[in-house]
């Protein structure tokens, strides 16, 4: 059984940074691409970024690139999130979310994921 188990959101000043880690088990990490999306109150999932499988290639939003970075450490079955200069408005629920087939949705596509972790609460305020 696969699961996707996220930490590290929290509590930041605007500015600051956090990094949120997604440990994987269940099936050979490198089978997956990694992707990570967040869920504002009110608002749709969004995509922020993905590595795809052995961590060949990675993408991201336009609107986190220079921000956030995605990373993936294959002896810890980890995916990261390093997000830098954060504003309000990343306020969200942060998911990451796995897949071994897109299904023929492109990466940035919720529906292209088949497995989802529980999600990390991240808060920029001061």
């Known amino acids: 059984q696969v699961q996707l188990v996220e930490s590290g959101g929290g509590l930041v000043q605007p500015g600051g940074s956090l990094r949120l880690s997604c440990a994987v088990s269940?099936?050979?990490?490198?089978?997956?691409?990694m992707g990570w999306f967040r869920q504002a109150p009110g608002k749709e999932r969004e995509f922020l970024a993905v590595?795809?499988?052995?961590?060949?290639?990675?993408y991201y939003a336009d609107f986190v690139k220079g921000r956030f970075s995605i990373s993936r450490d294959s002896a810890k079955n980890t995916v990261y999130l390093q997000m830098n200069s954060l504003k309000p408005d990343d306020t969200a629920v942060y998911y990451c979310?796995?897949?071994?087939?897109?299904?023929?949705?492109?990466?940035?596509?919720?529906?292209?994921?088949?497995?989802w972790g529980q999600g990390t609460q991240v808060t920029v305020s001061s």
């Open positions: 979310a796995a897949t071994v087939r897109t299904m023929g949705f492109p990466f940035t596509h919720r529906m292209a994921y088949e497995y």
């Open positions: 269940g099936r050979t990490f490198s089978d997956f691409a």
């Open positions: 590595n795809t499988w052995s961590g060949g290639s990675t």
